[in-house]
């Protein structure tokens, strides 16, 4: 029942208060139950701090779009921010760029890249593996280090290049006229066996037409360059994207806020919104929880994300998102301890193993805090579905919850 | 969730019929568990009646705004009558003129105001007191009297005041011109230790600045008489408005209504929906289930409305919410006798004893129909969000429920 936006009376309504928010984003935390066991992997697993939460907190289901909608990332993480899931887009350019620590400046245009391995059938490139099956990071770092030696600039643009985890990698086009647009379709097809796309403009802007004959020439380049290489041939470009202009979340809740996050899309989403960073001793949940507890009197609102669950999720693998899963239980008491005054520990999306992918299904969602009912025996998917007082809710809710528990909104009127 | 307007659907849809319609809204009912008794209210108290009526009625529980949001009365009510919340704003001068039974005209000015204690410092007036330590309704009188005398007029625009209960009175700008504009800010600053703020014109109508300016006259001299009073040295004015343009609740549900409610602020909003109001011979129960019999005959719906259970949970008192809850218990059989075909029992919003004011928690809502599930064991809470059939839903649908289980919707097309 996503309807109206809630950003714009919280806006309104939002106060200061010195109280402490923390939000846990388990990736792809949701499931279903799967053979043989019939369980979810929540409620495989040995969780007993998860548990013994439940009996004090408020326990519900988030759709982070609508019933039936299976989100990506970046819509998943926007509705737990309170930003409308559809009508705010965050592409995958953006994204992955800031991720990876590079600077973006205001008319740059930034690109998803990924390593692949094609074939030329008919003068056709057709995409035989869309990951280059999954090449070392160090032969990716090797590539785009003669990549880029070789292509500096093209047409006065500068392409500025950056490698990432294994077939990853970001590319920022930068023209000191100003003259790009991001209106430029994706070369990914999406799926092996398909031909790689052209980079067309996606609208009547002569600045459009240029950036895409630019991606066309950046293109043809690589491949002279990849051509003889195995099994990175070529490569794929996909999320073309400016600078976005979203509401910065510090500035709309009054909050100062930190992203403890590892995987570079996810960092990439929170400084969009604003979010500050801070610098991770080591990249595990001990080097998280590490970075919370220094930097707890310096910020209002902490996200902590965690990818483990999702991948193992997306590997299909039952057995390791219960271990994902009792790894975080670990370490939740050290979250605990630090007595925040709302704790949410919730997933952006299900990831059910039995679909080896992001799901639809409701999310679980905990939230500790005074003056909740409480009484759970244990944090799953069923007993949040069927008994959760919060009862199943868009994940956009989430801020106004938060907020209201941490005493952070005013009356509406009188 | 709150999500689109019903009323627009349900205008086209309501058919006449004779049924009869009960909404009894226990102000402020819907709490959380408190400390030593960690049970609410509403789980706490004696409740033989409500219990009864639970085991053959629906239950669920109702968010007035959306999740998070705290509302004032004015929202709260709005929802519970199908009006959108946050789009239709009911202002509280205009509550509180009508409520006290003054007569507005179209195009005066009304305003809420306080007695209130002030001091002067650096030539800048600072709230101690906003309610002037409650002063008693006769010395408000009084001094209500004494204003009057002396201010009848100000450049031609005619002054009417009267006096409410303890601190509170109204006031009426009349402009025999009509050149007056209700686009003027609050004076009361809202909050103890802070300066009496300077009515200004919030936009740039010339009647609005003309507006304030007689207001600020009007508090001059106000100021002048009052000097050296205590503790009722000064007056705060809010909620400046007109006669507000609201769909009128008889004509768009063709109901014939009647308010059973004795505040002012409720009478007024019911008065501004176009309810009757009927003549109470006591202002408690006892009257208003009295009236409720006598005009059994000449309504279809009837709001009845029962102040003390958030006067208790604004005190803070637990067990004054219990008592509250309990008395009104005791008269519940007497409108159930009555047999309605559609009875509700709920709140318009939540105020938790722990926080001492108005929360953003669900409100337990009950409905006796013919053709519910039932079966529950008490109506509190928890087992209106745990385990209502109605689910948590946005309060603005409980118009649509009472009309459809009063059969009076036709069906929505072929």
Redesign the interface.
């Known amino acids: ?4 936006e ?1 950003m714009e ?2 806006r309104e ?1 939002v106060q200061p208060n010195d109280t402490k928010l923390v939000l846990v984003v388990l990736d792809g935390l949701g499931d279903v139950p799967t053979p043989p066991w019939n369980e979810t992997p929540l409620e495989h697993a040995k969780t007993p701090n998860l548990d013994s939460l439940a009996k004090v907190s408020a326990l519900g289901a988030i759709e982070p779009v609508f019933k039936g909608i299976t989100p990506g990332s970046g819509p998943g993480h926007l509705a737990l921010f309170g930003y409308h899931p559809i009508k705010i887009e965050i592409k995958r350019g953006i994204m992955e760029a800031l991720g990876m620590d590079m600077e973006v400046k205001p008319g740059d245009v930034t690109f998803r890249g990924n390593f692949s391995t094609v074939e030329e059938h008919n003068g056709k490139l057709i995409v035989t593996d869309r990951r280059a099956g999954r090449i070392p990071t160090e032969l990716n770092r090797k590539l785009i280090e003669r990549i880029s030696s070789e292509i500096k600039e093209i047409d006065g643009v500068k392409v500025i290049l950056k490698s990432g985890i294994e077939h990853r990698f970001a590319m920022i086009l930068r023209d000191p006229q100003k003259g790009l647009s991001d209106q430029i379709s994706d070369t990914d097809p999406q799926k092996e066996g398909k031909p790689v796309l052209d980079p067309t403009p996606l609208d009547d802007n002569p600045a459009s037409k240029r950036t895409a004959e630019i991606v066309r020439k950046f293109l043809a380049k690589v491949r002279e360059i990849l051509r003889d290489e195995k099994p990175a041939n070529y490569v794929l470009l996909r999320g073309a994207s400016g600078v976005p202009h979203i509401p910065q979340f510090p500035e709309v809740y009054k909050l100062r806020a930190l992203a403890i996050a590892t995987y570079p899309m996810y960092r990439g989403i929170a400084k969009i919104l604003g979010f500050d960073e801070g610098k991770l001793e080591s990249q595990d949940l001990e080097g998280q929880v590490k970075l919370l507890r220094e930097a707890w009197r310096d910020y209002d609102f902490f996200f902590l994300h965690y990818k483990y669950t999702d991948k193992a999720g997306e590997d299909g693998n039952f057995l390791a998102k219960v271990r994902a899963i009792e790894e975080f239980d670990k370490y939740l008491m050290d979250i605990v301890a630090l007595d925040p005054d709302v704790l949410v520990i919730t997933g952006d999306h299900s990831t059910p193993c039995i679909y080896k992918a992001h799901g639809f299904q409701p999310v679980p969602y905990m939230l500790k805090a ?5 009484g759970y025996p244990a944090f799953n998917e069923r007993i949040c579905l069927l ?5 199943i ?2 994940a956009i ?1 989430n ?7 941490s005493k952070r ?6």
């Not at 029942?1 to 109206?4: A, K, N, R, S």
């Not at 801020?399 to 528990?405: G, I, N, P, R, V």
């Not at 909104?409 to 009188?414: P, V, Y």
Request: charged letters at 15%; proline letters at 6%.
């Open positions: 029942m996503l309807v109206e809630p009376l919280l309504l005074n003056g909740v009912f409480g008994t959760g007082e919060l009862g809710f868009p809710y801020m106004s919850l938060m907020l209201a528990y909104l005013k009356k509406f009127r009188a």
